[in-house]
């Protein structure tokens, strides 16, 4: 079984900057492309970004290009998302994926953290 904890949401005022961490445990973790979605109340969870175990190949949504970064470190099973000129639209909770079965296509999702940008 894979476990993901996602760490690092908070409030933050708008033009802003906050990291995500996502840890994981389980010896998949290797294999694995992972990503963030987010959801915002009453609406439906968009993808953010999701990048390969290499770091090769990196995906983002035109929503966040420009202004978020994802990278990973696996030698401590942990995958980042550095995001930068928050907007207000950005408020969501975060959640970490893993294990990609397609595109934009994850098996493995954390419980999430909260990310709220303020005008």
């Known amino acids: 079984q894979v476990q993901l904890v996602e760490s690092g949401g908070g409030l933050v005022q708008a033009g802003g900057s906050l990291r995500l961490s996502c840890a994981a445990s389980g010896r998949p973790f290797s294999t694995y492309t992972m990503g963030w979605f987010r959801q915002a109340p009453g609406k439906e969870r968009e993808f953010v970004a999701a990048i390969s175990f290499s770091g090769g190949n990196i995906d983002y949504a035109d929503s966040v290009k420009g202004r978020f970064t994802i990278s990973r470190d696996n030698a401590k099973n942990t995958v980042f998302l550095q995001m930068n000129s928050l907007k207000p639209e950005d408020t969501a909770v975060y959640y970490c994926?893993?294990?990609?079965?397609?595109?934009?296509?994850?098996?493995?999702w954390g419980q999430g953290t909260q990310v709220t940008v303020s005008p």
């Open positions: 994926v893993a294990n990609q079965r397609g595109p934009r296509q994850f098996a493995y």
